[in-house]
């Protein structure tokens, strides 16, 4: 339906995308005991990390092999033995991801294959997992670099398997970067609900959920176990959530035989029921549990209350692939209407299916004039679509990355029965918070003589 | 790296106004004042960070960065640097270069168009043009486009060559400063100078800092001429060279550009701070002698003193209600350099006990002076590993915890109350009105209600004393109606396969670590 349109331009005016090594660090926080290191120059870290900061208000583990412009030229190898040594001495990580960056990748190294090469020679370093996702910063955002992450780790960890335990209840929730991590919570609350052990890869839900542990340490601070990442390929199943997850899903398949199915969303009723459905075959249930069926009857009447809202209703969003058609499928098929689509990356298939005439492969400049010229009447993106929201006086509800002017972003929760209906309300009250007062000029009547006014007495003294 | 470059690098390391370099051997000092940075364990900026927290500040210029996302994409709009007026500065403009422009060549060509686009669109005073890492590493040649574009357009577009990869953030400001001194200082002539005329250097206005000394200076008749950055506007820096004293505030970052505004237009300069009490009075008592020394009536002198004494005294009865407050409180200080010292006489008067102050970046007369307030060097430390702090602070080694971002966390996971006092914060503390804010600030962190709720006890960390009233859980799953049982560490029991075995009763749920709710 949607067509992808580039502008025609050199000039980005306020970037909508994240980088994709900052996907990729993401997803290894979703590691338990992990630290992402990022091969590059120290600077791309430390603004990764603030941006990471400012977004979960926690404190996050991120690395550098501190390259400079002598050992960019020459080669990082050496750097990338002795981060990996350093952080070992230092915070004794289980798991280190590491991302390449526009630096490295202009170079141009083999990073695999000498990384191959540590590992081998250095026995020592046996019992921490080591994991390398390629990651320049000049080709995709945000989801690409969690996408290739995910590749990775499931590419270096899941081993060849043909067995399958018909006991184990076990299924794969492969999880995709729009996910927040109330978000993966909810996903797991529902597959539990019929029975089932979820297997959460990766798992920002346990590390970045916020929360205060009783130590501190200089890795993540939960997320899915190194241990148990291998068991990916004995679960019956894997729920891909995102269309970024479908090539981990299928590498699973290609490994372990386990079928897989990707959801493309899971936010608005059928995509939902769609997952449900899902469920009800794998545990076998007919008759799923009252309270998944409960929620769903609270979603249908949040919509019948919601509908007044959202339908007409002119939506700009700006937002990654996934998150840009979850959720502007789900206001659409509650008679919304998407004037404005912004995205940040074209490696998506998912962006055709957009309900919009055009999807503009841009920035949040592309996202402000769109949004003006159609007549947005609210705007959905990550925080740094504050500045349109004050200079086109329409709201916005923030989504996506980076939300840093608002405590809690890691709890909002769009997906599943009871997060959907979260929406609903959300969109339903953003747009009854505009206060308008009609008057009858609007109309084009005439407003009341002033002859009939009534003038206060001024107190005598 | 271009030669131009290297040698300007190799210019500002060789800075003879700073202390520190003047006492280094001619190797030493060619290596420069940045230690060499050890992978895995690494932290701050790179050099186009440093560039640009100095130039941003700079508030109707398009700040454009040639680059790929990274340097932009993860960093525009993360600062509080107030403005009075335009709001260009906080615009991230960036040439988002392709695989393509970097394999093509097409880098030039793009900024070339950027420019174009970025006057067009919004005809800003100037373009200041940032380089970064990869078109460096190509060899995209950044000066020339500038060069072609200020030809071709009229607006001025101003280089600023601190690619990240060759250094640190200071590094980065001492480019920054070599920047406006090559392309913006000295362009534009102002209409009329006063013997008034100051630069200040160093102070971003993060949250309106120097709008808390500023009416100081309209109260004495100061004219802040070129201001570097804070608040300031594309023509205030371009006419700085005509101002009569320089004040470097807090910083040996930019000691490059005062000296060479010395240099080059006569122009002295002193260090000063704003931060803290004593440290104000002396900043406006050197500045008016300075400037009475440049010409300026005698009588500033003395109403200056009047200033001071006014202004102290009031502080210090907005002050003195805070005392009942915070005293007695230990504060752990852990900033660095000249902060390390310029608060504590402040805090020690109100009766906090600074139980500990860092002295990283602190220069030997820093140092000397914490030795001096303090009484003697016990209560210094270089730098703390997150892991002990955090230590330090649960076993409440101290009260409240004064720092940058970095170890906010540390302080509140320990639940440890916190007071931001670096750059990033949200409130300004300058001058004297801001040592009110910070006091309060203090007080307000270590006398919420909230702390000690939060440390008290979980439920079950006391043991039950009441004894059951419920018999125990039997049957099926409260939540779902499934039947619980057969013995397996999933919480619910599949109808398939059927079991051969009755299920025997559960006596308890068993959950997972990962639990929320439900069984
Ligand atoms: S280190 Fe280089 S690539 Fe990274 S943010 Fe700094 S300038 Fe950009």
Same mark, same amino acid.
């Given at each position: 339906?949607?067509?992808? #349109?580039?502008?025609?331009?050199?000039?980005?005016?306020?970037?909508?995308?994240?980088?994709?090594?900052?996907?990729?660090a993401l997803a290894y926080l979703g590691i338990e005991r992990s630290v992402p290191?990022?091969?590059?120059?120290?600077?791309?870290?430390?603004?990764?990390?603030?941006?990471l900061v400012?977004h979960f208000k926690e404190a996050v583990p991120l690395?550098?092999?501190?390259?400079?412009?002598?050992?960019?030229?020459? *080669?990082?190898?050496?750097?990338?033995?002795?981060?990996?040594?350093?952080?070992?001495?230092?915070?004794?990580p289980a798991f280190?991801g590491?991302?390449?960056?526009?630096?490295?990748?202009?170079?141009?190294?083999?990073?695999?294959?000498?990384?191959?090469?540590?590992?081998?020679?250095?026995?020592?370093?046996?019992?921490?997992?080591? #994991?390398?996702?390629?990651?320049?910063?000049?080709?995709?955002?945000?989801?690409?670099?969690?996408?290739?992450?995910?590749?990775?780790?499931?590419?270096?960890?899941?081993?060849?398997?043909?067995?399958?335990?018909?006991? &184990?209840?076990?299924?794969?929730?492969?999880c995709?970067?729009?996910l927040t991590p109330a978000?993966i919570e909810?996903?797991?609350?529902?597959?539990?609900?019929?029975?089932?052990?979820?297997?959460v890869l990766p798992d920002i839900s346990t590390s970045l959920d916020g929360h205060v542990s009783?130590?501190?340490s200089g890795t993540s601070q939960g997320g899915t176990p190194v241990?148990r990442?291998?068991?990916?390929?004995?679960?019956?199943?894997?729920?891909?959530?995102?269309?970024?997850?479908?090539?981990?899903?299928?590498?699973?398949?290609?490994?372990?035989?386990?079928?897989?199915?990707?959801?493309?969303?899971?936010?608005?009723?059928?995509?939902?029921?769609?997952?449900?459905?899902?469920?009800?075959?794998?545990?076998?249930?007919?008759?799923?549990?009252?309270?998944?069926?409960?929620?769903?009857?609270?979603?249908?009447?949040?919509? &019948?209350?919601?509908?007044?809202?959202?339908?007409?209703?002119? #939506?700009?969003?700006?937002?990654?692939?996934?998150?840009?058609?979850?959720?502007?499928?789900?206001?659409? @098929?509650?008679?919304?209407?998407?004037?404005?689509?912004?995205?940040?990356?074209?490696?998506?298939?998912?962006?055709?299916?957009?309900?919009?005439?055009?999807?503009?492969?841009?920035?949040?400049?592309? +996202?402000?004039?769109?949004?003006?010229?159609?007549?947005?009447?609210?705007?959905?993106?990550?925080?740094?679509?504050?500045?349109?929201?004050?200079?086109?006086?329409?709201?916005?509800?923030?989504?996506?990355?980076?939300?840093?002017?608002?405590?809690?972003?890691q709890?909002?929760?769009?997906?599943?029965?009871?997060?959907?209906?979260?929406?609903?309300?959300?969109?339903?009250?953003?747009?009854?918070?505009?206060?308008?007062?009609?008057?009858?000029?609007? +109309?084009?009547?005439?407003?009341?003589?002033?002859?009939?006014?009534?003038?206060?007495?001024?107190?005598?003294? | 790296?271009?030669?131009?470059?290297?040698?300007?690098?190799?210019?500002? +390391?060789?800075?003879?106004?700073?202390?520190?370099?003047?006492?280094?051997?001619?190797?030493?000092?060619?290596?420069?004042?940045?230690?060499?940075?050890?992978?895995?364990?690494?932290?701050?900026?790179?050099?186009?960070?440093?560039?640009?927290?100095?130039?941003?500040?700079?508030?109707?210029?398009?700040?454009?960065?040639?680059?790929?996302?990274?340097?932009?994409?993860?960093?525009?709009?993360?600062?509080?640097?107030?403005?009075?007026?335009?709001?260009?500065?906080?615009?991230?403009?960036?040439?988002?270069?392709?695989?393509?422009?970097?394999?093509?060549?097409?880098?030039?060509?793009?900024?070339?168009?950027?420019?174009?686009?970025?006057?067009?669109?919004?005809?800003?005073?100037?373009?200041?043009?940032?380089?970064?890492?990869?078109?460096?590493?190509?060899?995209?040649?950044?000066?020339?486009?500038?060069?072609?574009?200020?030809?071709?357009?009229?607006?001025?577009?101003?280089?600023?060559?601190?690619?990240?990869?060759?250094? @640190?953030?200071?590094?980065?400001?001492?480019?920054?400063?070599?920047?406006?001194?090559?392309?913006?200082?000295?362009?534009?002539?102002?209409?009329?100078?006063?013997?008034?005329?100051?630069?200040?250097? *160093?102070?971003?206005?993060?949250?309106?800092?120097?709008?808390?000394?500023?009416?100081?200076?309209?109260?004495?008749?100061?004219?802040?001429?070129?201001?570097?950055?804070?608040?300031?506007?594309?023509?205030?820096?371009?006419?700085?060279?005509?101002?009569?004293?320089?004040?470097?505030?807090?910083?040996?970052?930019?000691?490059?550009?005062?000296?060479? &505004?010395?240099?080059?237009?006569?122009?002295?300069?002193?260090?000063?701070?704003?931060?803290?009490? @004593?440290?104000?009075?002396?900043?406006?008592?050197?500045?008016?002698?300075?400037?009475?020394?440049?010409?300026?009536?005698?009588?500033?002198?003395?109403?200056?003193?009047?200033?001071?004494?006014?202004?102290?005294?009031?502080?210090?009865?907005?002050?003195?209600?805070?005392?009942?407050?915070?005293?007695?409180?230990?504060?752990?200080?852990?900033?660095?350099?000249?902060?390390?010292?310029?608060?504590?006489?402040?805090?020690?008067?109100?009766?906090?006990?600074?139980?500990?102050?860092?002295?990283?970046?602190?220069?030997?007369?820093?140092?000397?002076?914490?030795?001096?307030?303090?009484?003697?060097?016990?209560?210094?430390?270089?730098?703390?590993?997150?892991?002990?702090?955090?230590?330090?602070?649960?076993?409440?080694?101290?009260?409240?915890?004064?720092?940058?971002?970095?170890?906010?966390f540390?302080?509140?996971k320990?639940?440890?109350?916190?007071?931001?006092?670096?750059?990033?914060?949200?409130?300004?503390?300058?001058?004297?009105?801001?040592?009110?804010?910070?006091?309060?600030?203090?007080?307000?962190?270590?006398?919420?209600?909230?702390?000690?709720?939060?440390?008290?006890?979980?439920?079950?960390?006391?043991?039950?004393?009441?004894?059951?009233?419920?018999?125990?859980?039997?049957?099926?799953?409260?939540?779902?109606?499934?039947?619980?049982?057969?013995?397996?560490?999933?919480?619910?029991?599949?109808?398939?396969?059927?079991?051969?075995?009755?299920?025997?009763?559960?006596?308890?749920?068993?959950?997972?670590a990962t639990? +929320?709710?439900?069984?």
């Open positions: 339906m949607a067509k992808l #349109v580039h502008p025609k331009r050199a000039l980005s005016t306020n970037p909508l995308k994240s980088s994709a090594p900052l996907g990729a290191l990022f091969h590059g120059s120290q600077g791309c870290t430390a603004f990764a990390m603030v941006h400012r690395q550098t092999t501190a390259m400079n412009e002598v050992s960019t030229i020459l *080669g990082g190898a050496d750097q990338i033995e002795e981060a990996i040594e350093n952080l070992r001495k230092k915070s004794n280190i590491i991302a390449s960056t526009a630096l490295t990748e202009t170079r141009g190294e083999d990073v695999p294959g000498e990384l191959k090469e540590i590992v081998s020679r250095r026995t020592d370093f046996a019992d921490t997992q080591i #994991v390398y996702a390629s990651t320049p910063d000049f080709d995709g955002g945000l989801q690409d670099g969690w996408a290739k992450a995910v590749e990775a780790i499931i590419d270096a960890m899941v081993p060849p398997s043909t067995e399958r335990d018909p006991e &184990l209840r076990q299924v794969t929730l492969l995709g970067s729009h978000e909810e996903l797991v609350r529902m597959v539990r609900a019929f029975g089932l052990e979820p297997l009783d130590d501190w241990a990442i291998p068991d990916v390929a004995r679960s019956a199943f894997t729920l891909a959530i995102g269309e970024q997850m479908r090539k981990a899903a299928k590498l699973i398949e290609d490994r372990a035989m386990v079928p897989y199915r990707v959801f493309q969303s899971v936010t608005g009723l059928k995509p939902v029921d769609a997952f449900v459905r899902t469920l009800m075959g794998l545990s076998g249930m007919q008759d799923p549990p009252p309270s998944i069926k409960r929620d769903r009857s609270r979603l249908i009447d949040a919509a &019948l209350d919601a509908h007044f809202h959202t339908g007409g209703l002119k #939506v700009a969003i700006g937002a990654d692939p996934d998150l840009l058609f979850s959720l502007s499928n789900a206001l659409t @098929s509650m008679g919304a209407e998407i004037v404005t689509a912004v995205t940040t990356t074209q490696h998506s298939p998912v962006i055709e299916r957009v309900a919009a005439d055009e999807v503009i492969l841009g920035d949040l400049g592309d +996202f402000e004039r769109s949004a003006k010229e159609n007549g947005a009447q609210i705007l959905l993106t990550h925080s740094h679509g504050r500045h349109a929201e004050h200079r086109l006086h329409v709201p916005l509800v923030r989504v996506g990355f980076p939300v840093f002017d608002r405590i809690g972003a709890d909002a929760c769009r997906v599943g029965y009871r997060g959907s209906r979260a929406f609903l309300y959300e969109i339903a009250n953003t747009v009854q918070s505009i206060h308008h007062r009609a008057r009858p000029e609007e +109309f084009g009547a005439a407003p009341i003589a002033e002859e009939f006014e009534h003038v206060p007495h001024v107190a005598s003294c | 790296m271009s030669d131009a470059l290297k040698s300007k690098i190799q210019d500002v +390391f060789n800075e003879p106004g700073c202390g520190t370099n003047a006492e280094k051997s001619e190797r030493q000092r060619k290596k420069g004042c940045a230690k060499p940075l050890t992978p895995g364990a690494a932290a701050g900026g790179c050099a186009f960070d440093g560039a640009k927290i100095a130039l941003q500040p700079i508030v109707d210029v398009a700040h454009l960065v040639h680059a790929p996302l990274a340097c932009e994409g993860n960093g525009w709009d993360n600062r509080g640097a107030a403005s009075s007026g335009s709001e260009l500065y906080r615009t991230g403009f960036t040439t988002d270069l392709s695989e393509l422009d970097i394999v093509m060549g097409y880098g030039e060509k793009k900024l070339f168009r950027a420019i174009k686009e970025v006057i067009e669109a919004h005809n800003p005073p100037a373009v200041f043009v940032y380089s970064t890492c990869v078109p460096s590493l190509i060899g995209d040649d950044i000066n020339a486009v500038c060069k072609a574009a200020t030809q071709k357009f009229g607006t001025p577009c101003v280089p600023v060559n601190a690619p990240g990869y060759v250094g @640190s953030k200071n590094l980065g400001n001492k480019l920054a400063g070599e920047a406006l001194l090559d392309g913006v200082i000295g362009s534009i002539e102002p209409e009329e100078c006063t013997p008034y005329d100051v630069n200040i250097i *160093g102070d971003y206005n993060l949250s309106g800092e120097l709008w808390q000394v500023k009416p100081l200076f309209d109260k004495l008749g100061i004219r802040v001429l070129g201001s570097i950055t804070g608040d300031a506007r594309y023509r205030q820096v371009a006419m700085a060279h005509r101002a009569k004293v320089t004040m470097l505030v807090c910083s040996k970052a930019l000691i490059n550009l005062a000296r060479k &505004l010395d240099e080059r237009y006569g122009i002295p300069y002193f260090e000063g701070s704003f931060y803290g009490i @004593s440290d104000t009075s002396q900043a406006l008592r050197t500045m008016c002698a300075m400037l009475v020394e440049q010409g300026a009536e005698a009588d500033l002198l003395d109403r200056c003193e009047q200033v001071i004494a006014e202004e102290e005294t009031r502080v210090w009865k907005q002050l003195d209600a805070y005392r009942p407050r915070v005293a007695g409180k230990r504060v752990l200080l852990y900033t660095g350099g000249h902060k390390s010292w310029s608060v504590v006489s402040a805090l020690q008067e109100l009766g906090m006990e600074v139980i500990g102050t860092s002295v990283r970046k602190a220069t030997d007369d820093d140092k000397g002076r914490v030795v001096k307030i303090m009484g003697d060097d016990k209560h210094m430390f270089e730098n703390m590993a997150p892991k002990d702090m955090y230590r330090m602070l649960k076993d409440a080694g101290a009260d409240v915890l004064m720092s940058g971002g970095r170890s906010q540390v302080a509140l320990a639940k440890m109350p916190w007071v931001d006092v670096n750059q990033e914060k949200h409130e300004a503390y300058a001058g004297y009105m801001g040592m009110v804010d910070m006091v309060r600030a203090i007080d307000r962190a270590v006398n919420n209600p909230m702390w000690s709720e939060l440390r008290e006890p979980a439920p079950w960390e006391t043991p039950l004393t009441e004894t059951r009233v419920l018999p125990a859980i039997t049957g099926s799953c409260p939540v779902t109606g499934v039947p619980a049982g057969v013995g397996r560490p999933v919480s619910l029991v599949p109808p398939m396969p059927p079991a051969s075995s009755a299920p025997a009763p559960v006596t308890a749920f068993v959950s997972s639990d +929320f709710e439900d069984c």
